[in-house]
């Protein structure tokens, strides 16, 4: 394997979702607009890390 095809096969893997931390939220009964929008921008997070 030549170093370029080591380096585009590396790209092409996803990156550690360990990076993605845990998301600190108590959610309300019910639920606010706010706390929903954390969920949502915690898991568009880790999907941007599994993508890569």
Request: hydrophobic share 50%; glycine share 0%; with cysteine.
């Amino acid at each position: 394997m030549t170093a370029a095809a080591l380096a585009s096969a590396i790209a092409a893997c996803a990156q550690n979702p360990a990076t993605v931390t845990n998301l600190s939220l108590t959610v309300s009964d019910p639920p606010t607009q706010s706390e929903l929008q954390a969920v949502v921008d915690k898991l568009n997070e880790l999907i941007t890390a599994l993508r890569r």
